[in-house]
T-cell receptor, first 113, second 113 residues
């Protein structure tokens, strides 16, 4: 079982570029979510999905888009990268309701120059 | 004032010690309480969650919630060097059908042989 897989592990972008962070899980979990982790701050929820075709905003959604066409995949798109989006991004999934993330990927480290 | 306060540490203890990790919170509406362990360069791992006041035990770990004092703790018995990691607390309150977790900044724990 791979669990939650995130790609790429590292990425450097220039300001204004767009990119998609990939997230896939093989546990058939309905609930998936994206977080960012910045030094000195806790994890912050960007977007989440309670099932295929359903997404909603978290605490810090501006500058990011998501879609959920399948149960397995939940990509995060940066529309026009800004230096403030330099962070470590984590994808998580859960079989339980109530927003309690159970399984996290190992993160994508993103630098915006 | 941040809703969830957690001392970043580092907390350094000798192997075999009992470790106490703590978080305080200000929002009395929080209903679910979680503890995660995060090793360097890895995603968080859910250790325990609870939704009621009192103690919950799982092996060497005990989670304690005191809603009257707005205080939660994680105790680690017989600590091992492999317990060296950052420990994150998180809390959720349901709001309009949304469940957005609020994380603490994490406490770095070092268990030395």
């Amino acid at each position: 079982n791979a669990g939650v897989t995130q790609t790429p592990k590292f990425q450097v972008l220039k300001t204004g570029q767009s990119m998609t962070l990939q997230c896939a899980q093989d546990m058939n979990h309905e609930y998936m979510s994206w977080y960012r982790q910045d030094p000195g701050m806790g994890l912050r929820l960007i977007h989440y999905s309670v099932g295929a075709g359903i997404t909603d905003q978290g605490e810090v959604p501006n500058g990011y888009n998501v879609s959920r066409s399948t149960t397995e995949d939940f990509p995060l798109r940066l529309l026009s990268a800004a230096p403030s989006q330099t962070s470590v991004y984590f994808c998580a999934s859960s079989s339980q309701g109530g927003g309690k993330p159970q399984h996290f990927g190992d993160g994508t480290r993103l630098s915006i120059l | 004032q941040k809703e969830v306060e957690q001392d970043p540490g580092p907390l350094s203890v000798p192997e075999g010690a009992i470790v106490s990790l703590n978080c305080t919170y200000s929002n009395s509406a929080f209903q679910y309480f979680m503890w995660y362990r995060q090793y360097s360069r890895k995603g968080p791992e859910l250790l325990m969650y609870t939704y009621s006041s009192g103690n919950k035990e799982d092996g060497r770990f005990t989670a304690q919630v005191d809603k009257s004092s707005k205080y939660i703790s994680l105790f680690i018995r017989d600590s091992q060097p492999s317990d060296s990691a950052t420990y994150l607390c998180a809390m959720i309150f349901p709001s309009g059908g949304s469940y957005i977790p609020t994380f603490g900044r994490g406490t770095s724990l070092i268990v030395h042989p």
